[in-house]
């Protein structure tokens, strides 16, 4: 009535594995539950993992950026600090110098003594004295009673020449070019007269002091009364040191000049002359 002992078997074998397979089941599928994520494990995965990631960036980034900012600011400060006082150094130590060099050159005003200020003046009236020496036409000065030049010795090669000019500067002071009228006048062994217009031009002041050198040039008529041309032109080329004492007085040396009487015989003499005059 309750079947075979054969039925009975295979019924419960099948129970039992009917069981054992639900029970299979069962543990793969709570292992697959326990494996498999769940939404609230993701929820505190990515939580735990995006802090621990800002954290740790937040942490570098500071440190990072701290470090550089103090080895930078460290670096750019002492490199301006070693600029600027390199530089302050070098500024005071200037300043030290300017300061000295100042005190050891006295100004303009103490180093030119009052009576040798540069002239202000413009005109000035000069006369001069000096030998005449004959270059070429040798024994020109010989003649009558004269024929002994040289200042009393024969021979007719030197006169004493005697010199008068006045003259103004286009500047308005006792610097720059001048234009006036010169008159030289020579004795001995012969007589020679020999008036022209007269160029100068005075460089200087020299060291802001009353010293000019002066070259000269003078044109015109020359008249000499023991050679056959007697009338002729006059040429005059010199260069002479002046000074200006107190923008009155003046003192000068012609120590270059060259005097030439030129027709159809040229005679050349060169003089020396030292002279002095006023301003005005």
Request: with cysteine.
């Amino acid at each position: 009535m309750y079947g075979t002992p054969g039925t009975k078997g295979a019924l419960g074998r099948f129970t039992t594995e009917s069981s054992q397979s639900s029970h299979h089941r069962r543990v793969l599928k709570k292992g697959a539950r326990s494996s498999a994520p769940t939404p609230r494990g993701n929820f505190i995965q990515n939580a735990e993992g995006s802090f621990i990631q800002k954290a740790e960036g937040s942490f570098i980034q500071k440190a990072e950026g701290s470090f550089l900012q103090k080895a930078g600011g460290s670096l750019l400060q002492k490199a301006e600090g070693s600029f600027l006082a390199r530089t302050v150094s070098a500024a005071g130590v200037a300043a030290f110098l300017a300061v000295g060099a100042a005190a050891a050159i006295p100004t303009t005003a103490h180093a030119v003594p009052k009576i040798l200020e540069p002239s202000k003046r413009p005109w000035f009236f000069t006369g001069a004295i000096g030998p005449s020496i004959l270059v070429t036409g040798n024994g020109a000065f010989d003649y009558g009673f004269y024929r002994c030049g040289r200042f009393g010795y024969c021979g007719g090669d030197t006169q004493l020449m005697l010199q008068m000019e006045i003259g103004g500067h286009f500047s308005g002071d006792g610097s720059g070019p001048a234009l006036g009228l010169g008159m030289d006048f020579g004795f001995g062994g012969a007589f020679r007269f020999e008036p022209g217009l007269k160029f100068w031009y005075d460089i200087g002041p020299i060291a802001d002091m009353a010293i000019y050198v002066t070259p000269t040039v003078q044109l015109g008529y020359g008249f000499q009364d023991t050679v056959a041309d007697r009338h002729a032109f006059n040429v005059q080329l010199g260069c002479s040191g002046r000074v200006v004492l107190g923008n009155r007085g003046m003192l000068f040396a012609q120590l270059i000049g060259f005097d030439i009487h030129a027709k159809n015989d040229v005679l050349v003499t060169y003089n020396i002359l030292f002279g002095g005059g006023v301003t005005f």
